[in-house]
T-cell receptor
Framework: QKEVEQNSGPLSVPEGAIASLNCTYS??????FFWYRQYSGKSPELIMF????GDKEDGRFTAQLNKASQYVSLLIRDSQPSDSATYLC????????????FGKGTKLSVKP | KAGVTQTPRYLIKTRGQQVTLSCSPI?????VSWYQQTPGQGLQFLFE???????NKGNFPGRFSGRQFSNSRSEMNVSTLELGDSALYLC????????????FGPGTRLLVL
């Protein structure tokens, strides 16, 4: 059974701080890793994807991947109240990307 | 470019009925995946269609089925509805090529009474 684990939170950080979201996965054959943001009552919105070990930066967001430890993380710098949402980690095991395995999400709350 | 669209957005059914949900992918996308989201189980993969063929299937009973048309639009059907089928059903589209990301539609919220 392929699994993706996330701390459900809630994770509370003050405005302007760095929010760190973590995710582990069980399938060593996983090749592609995604972070989605989901506001309450809305559908998931893609934030970042990462395929190779190391860091990938996009604006205030940095995704980090460590395949040896089967660990992927998302850092949000200068957190804003508008970043308050549930963050979903998703993993694909290669080949077709059509089958994503999702974690249950971490709820982030950014306090003004 | 228009995003993924899903119809209807909300639906109320009773146990034992069947339901059909529709998804139109982003123009040019050939892959459509369906997911079920519930508070308890989170987002779970139902199936993926690519070029009118089912390419992947999740661990759901046979009451859940789908199909894809030549214009890449997709439908999913749930027969003999159960209370536990109440969920947000999400469709996601991608080009279907390796390492291509998926983009989600707004979802259909189904309530089974």
């Amino acid at each position: 059974q392929k699994e993706v684990e996330q701390n459900s939170g809630p994770l509370s950080v003050p405005e302007g701080a760095i929010a760190s979201l973590n995710c582990t996965y069980s399938d060593r054959g996983s090749q592609s890793f995604f972070w989605y943001r989901q506001y309450s009552g809305k559908s998931p919105e893609l934030i970042m994807f990462i395929y190779s070990n190391g860091d990938k930066e996009d604006g205030r967001f940095t995704a980090q991947l460590n395949k040896a430890s089967q660990y992927v993380s998302l850092l949000i710098r200068d957190s804003q109240p508008s970043d308050s949402a549930t963050y979903l980690c998703a993993v694909s095991s290669g080949g077709s990307q059509g089958n994503l395995i999702f974690g249950k999400g971490t709820k982030l709350s950014v306090k003004p | 470019k228009a995003g993924v669209t899903q119809t209807p957005r909300y639906l109320i059914k009773t146990r034992g009925q069947q339901v059909t949900l529709s998804c139109s992918p982003i123009s040019g996308h050939r892959s459509v995946s369906w997911y079920q989201q519930t508070p308890g189980q989170g987002l779970q993969f139902l199936f993926e269609y690519f070029s009118e063929t089912q390419r992947n299937k999740g661990n759901f009973p046979g009451r859940f089925s789908g199909r894809q048309f030549s214009n890449s639009r997709s439908e999913m059907n749930v027969s003999t509805l159960e209370l536990g089928d109440s969920a947000l059903y999400l469709c996601a589209s991608s080009s279907g090529t390796h390492q291509e990301t998926q983009y989600f539609g707004p979802g259909t919220r189904l309530l089974v009474l």
